[in-house]
């Protein structure tokens, strides 16, 4: 059962190496026969879809339909800045006029 996006068919630039312990490659040796796949194809296809996951993860956020309403909300009708942001701002302005 080969995966949707094989790894690709032209020749790899890169390189990784690491160890792992005798149980875990004899585990992964079996996913891979299982899935019909070569040993460097199957960890291959397995890193990349993991990365991909822990990335898509990390870099989208998922809202609740209420909390989406009121951050739209929000950006549609801002409340006034706050003494603390309004601080925030001038520190900003001195810092960045310092540095040019």
């Known amino acids: 059962m080969a995966r949707d996006n094989p790894a690709p068919k032209r020749p790899s630039d890169e390189r990784m190496d690491f160890r792992v312990s005798h149980a875990h490659k004899t585990l992964i040796e ?4 299982y899935s019909g796949e070569s040993l460097t194809g ?9 990365a ?11 809202l609740l339909a209420h909390d989406r309403d ?31």
Do not use: C, G, M, Q
């Open 30 to 33: 079996k996913a891979a026969a």
């Open 42 to 50: 199957f960890a291959v296809a397995t890193l990349v879809d993991e």
């Open 52 to 62: 991909r996951r822990v990335v898509r993860e990390h870099e989208s956020v998922a």
């Open 70 to 100: 009121r951050f739209v909300a929000l950006l549609d009708n801002p409340p006034p800045p706050s003494e603390a942001l309004r601080r925030a701002a001038r520190r900003h302005r001195e810092l960045i006029s310092r540095s040019e």
